[in-house]
Structure formats: structure tokens, C-alpha cells
T-cell receptor
């Protein structure tokens, strides 16, 4: 029973390029959450999605960032025109429902912008 | 603004020592508090606490919540080098049943020396 799968593990992009981060939730989980961990900081909520719907994107920067969770396939976090300040570890988590279940996190994607 | 504060930020002990990690919080509407252990990759779930005064225990780890004083502690007895990690505390606000929008503290980095 595979856990939350994220890829790539490491991603290097030059300033101005696009970054695409993928997340496949645990089997049977239909709720996906993206978090960002900046150096020396805790995890910060970015966005919460269910299949084909963005439920809460209050933690996501208004520009250059977008997320989707299509009917088929993984959830994608997309960062356009990356800047150095986007360098961070991006974690995806999933849960089976809105009940009182703890989140299960993936291993994260470490994005480095040069 | 909702916030979670952990202390100490870092801690170095020797194998066999007992450690207590602290987590205090300010949340408008509290639902639950979670502890995670983060080694080099995914945060892994340790405990979820919803009620005051009830100790949760797993092996050498235990945790308790005080909803009146708004804090939780995580105890690790007879520490081992494998306990070296970042310990994250997170609070779930009671907002529209969304239990995935966690508010994390900065984490406590624990190093256990042989």
C-alpha cells in the first residue's frame, strides 16, 4: 500500500523557468493538500484540493502559483517564472475524507532556483 | 492571528536522557493538536490530541494536551540516536470541517549523541 508519492524529489530551475511538482495521494484518498517549508521555517499551508475542485487556496501566493487535481492523474503544483525566493521543500499530504484523520505526507520535492 | 510556538528550537542530549518538547498555541477555534516527526523526508504522524489531560503513549514517546493553558508536551524517555529528528507540532482549527489546514510551529530539532 504505497504512501503519498511525490516527484521529482529534487528539481533545479533557473529564474524565469516553470516548475511542475506532482503528487499522487494514498490509495483511497481524495483530499490533497500542499505545504511549503522554507529554510529555518515550519510548514505553511498553501492549498487544499479535492478531485477537480480547489477548496481552499488561501495560503497560495496570488501570482505565478496554481494547483490542480484532475479527475485522472496526480495533483500538480505549478510555479511559473520561478524566483530565488521560491526555493523550498514542497510537501503534499492526503487524507481520506474531511473527518478527523491525520494527514499523511509525501517525501517532498526540494526546489532549488538558481 | 492563529499561531503555534515550539520550544526549545533545538536540543542536544545524550542517549538515555529524557527530553520534553513544548508546544503552545493560540487558535480562534481549536479542534485538535498533532505531533509529527520529520527526519530527512516526510513528516511522519506521531499523535493526535483532542482532549485535555489524556496521555497518548507509543513506546518511549508520550504526549499530553492542556486546553486550558493552551499547550502540549511531547516526552521521549531513554532517548536513542534514532530519535534525532525535527519534531513538529501542528494545530487544526475548527473551520468548515477542513482538517488538513494545519498550522505548524517552527519545529524542535533534537540531536541525540551516542
Amino acid at each position: 500500500n504505497a504512501g503519498v508519492m511525490q516527484n521529482p524529489r529534487h528539481l533545479v530551475r533557473r529564474r524565469g523557468q516553470e516548475a511542475r511538482l506532482r503528487c499522487s495521494p494514498m490509495k483511497g484518498h481524495s483530499h490533497v493538500y500542499w505545504y511549503r517549508q522554507l529554510p529555518e521555517e515550519g510548514l505553511k499551508f498553501m492549498v487544499y484540493l479535492q478531485k477537480e475542485n480547489i477548496i481552499d487556496e488561501s495560503g497560495m501566493p496570488k501570482e505565478r502559483f496554481s494547483a490542480e487535481f484532475p479527475k485522472e492523474g496526480p495533483s500538480i503544483l505549478r510555479i511559473q517564472q520561478v524566483v530565488r525566493g521560491d526555493s523550498a521543500a514542497y510537501f503534499c499530504a492526503s487524507s481520506p475524507n474531511e473527518g478527523n484523520s491525520p494527514l499523511h505526507f509525501g517525501n517532498g520535492t526540494r526546489l532549488t532556483v538558481t | 492571528e492563529d499561531k503555534v510556538v515550539q520550544s526549545p528550537l533545538s536540543l542536544v542530549v545524550h542517549e538515555g536522557d529524557t527530553v520534553t518538547l513544548n508546544c503552545s498555541y493560540e487558535v480562534t477555534n481549536f479542534r485538535s493538536l498533532l505531533w509529527y516527526k520529520q527526519e530527512k523526508k516526510a513528516p511522519t504522524f506521531l499523535f493526535m490530541l483532542t482532549s485535555s489531560g489524556i496521555e497518548k503513549k507509543s513506546g518511549r514517546l508520550s504526549s499530553i494536551l492542556d486546553k486550558k493553558e493552551l499547550f502540549s508536551i511531547l516526552n521521549i524517555t531513554a532517548t536513542q540516536t534514532g530519535d534525532s529528528a525535527i519534531y513538529l507540532c501542528a494545530v487544526v482549527p475548527r473551520t468548515s470541517g477542513n482538517t488538513g489546514k494545519l498550522i505548524f510551529g517552527q519545529g524542535t530539532t533534537l540531536q541525540v549523541k551516542p
